[in-house]
């Protein structure tokens, strides 16, 4: 609103004759009929403005938590952009185009208890990301928030002037009017493992080399923005891990408990981040565990899994067993540490919200890398994917928190 009176011809034709009383006695006037004009063209602007400095119902963004809330559905302005319609969409999250026809899914919006968040406004972030770099690293949840994030601003920017380039591990979105990189790096345990190959990485022992990381770090460290995440491939009791370099025939190996690994490895990635993030420009996020939906007896479901879920579960507070809130509470501790140390890493808390949408993920509708057998076919649950999710989906709303947490955080 202070920007109003600079931008009125009346207002800038008054400063010329400044001294005088009447011009200040015409600033008055002119400056309130401004202001109602203003109001009357945003009255909800105003109304909201005044409920919070009111202290109304609604609190500020800045004090609210944006991860307690529920989802409406809302086929008015969801979803935020069409699957056909995104350049760079994943055959992995496409559902659409692999057949699925319930589409409920792209029409929920998610509505913090306390306070509503702002909406998505793509020309605004790539202003934001002006001459920057945001990254997202860790594994392929994380590269599905990428590719929705793609989406979201891809509708803005007229082709021939975005292109997108792989090379590795390194996947690259540009826009070039803003001289703006969106990037995903494909490291799904931050250090380094056996997995680390962004194609062919299906093996069946992990072996981490827990105390290495600088191999991917050093692509990180010019971006302003980094959102990590890595959980997924961390879900097995034990972890083999590797002292020695993996080239190296004299590597000691020895398999421990993986949620003391897990605690290894986020400790050598926060070391990296105390000692080559300049905490001055970078702003550091950590996406909480994505959930799956396996076992459908979880949520008194009929079905083996969430193969033919179309609704959202609605009961508040619905938590499913593969989410290990041992290894969240670790995350939550690493990140209080870095915090002693005077750098601020924001968790996305994203698991809570996701539980609820069951029917949320790609199910059978996505590309299969392998032909089917007919005993799969036979069988659809067991071969659904109920780990990633689909586009538009549950991703555009972490990207919106994650749009939130950039301009209000
Ligand atoms: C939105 O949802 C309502 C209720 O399910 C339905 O009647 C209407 O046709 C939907 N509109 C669109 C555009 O999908
Ligand atoms: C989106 O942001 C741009 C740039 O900040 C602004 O000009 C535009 O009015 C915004 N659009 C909406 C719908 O708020
Ligand atoms: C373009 O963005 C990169 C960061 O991605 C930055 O290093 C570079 O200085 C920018 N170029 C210009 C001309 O500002
Ligand atoms: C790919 O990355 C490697 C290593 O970072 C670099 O040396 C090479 O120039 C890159 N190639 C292209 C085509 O960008
Ligand atoms: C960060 O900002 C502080 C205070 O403005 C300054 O003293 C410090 O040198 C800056 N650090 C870097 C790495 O730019
Ligand atoms: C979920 O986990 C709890 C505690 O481990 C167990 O008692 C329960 O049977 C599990 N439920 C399902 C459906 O697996
Ligand atoms: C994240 O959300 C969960 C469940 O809603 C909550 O128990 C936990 O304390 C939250 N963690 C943080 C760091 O906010």
Sequence with gaps: MDQMPKKNPI??????IRNSFRSIL?????????RAVYLTQNGAQFLEDLSSTMGGSKDSIHKCNLFSGQWVFDNHSYPLYKEKEC?????????????RKDFGYRNWRWQPHQCDL??????????????????????????????????????????GFKSMHSNGSLNTFKAHEYNASIEFYWAPLLVESNNDNPVSHRLPERVVRVQAIEKH????????????????????????????SFESSDGIYKDVEMLRVYEMALKTWSDWLEFHVNRNK???????????HQTAEEWGGSGENCYTETEPIIEEGYWGNGSEPKMMRLVEKVLDELNTRGLNVQMLNITQLSEYRKEGHPSIYRKQWEPLTNEQLSNPSSYADCIHWCLPGVPDVWNELLYAHIFHR
């Excluded at 015409?26 to 401004?34: G, K, T, Y």
């Excluded at 491939?233 to 891990?241: A, F, L, S």
């Excluded at 950590?286 to 799956?292: H, L, Q």
Aim: charged content about 15%.
């Design 282 to 292: 970078t702003q550091l996020f950590f996406v909480s565990m994505s959930p799956t």
């Design 11 to 16: 207002l800038a034709a008054t400063w010329g």
């Design 118 to 159: 702002p909406r998505f406004n793509a020309t605004a972030l790539l202003e934001r990301l002006r001459n920057k770099r945001l990254m997202f690293v860790g594994d392929s949840l994380n590269r599905g928030q990428w590719v929705s994030m793609v989406c979201l601003l891809d509708s803005v920017i007229l082709s």
């Design 217 to 244: 770090a050093r692509h990180w460290t010019d971006a302003d923005i980094l959102v990590f995440n890595s959980y997924l491939w961390w879900k097995r009791p034990k972890m083999n891990v590797l002292w020695g």
């Design 87 to 99: 350049t760079f969409m994943s055959d992995q999250l496409a559902c659409e185009k692999f057949g």
């Design 26 to 34: 015409a600033l008055l006037v002119a400056a309130i009929v401004v």
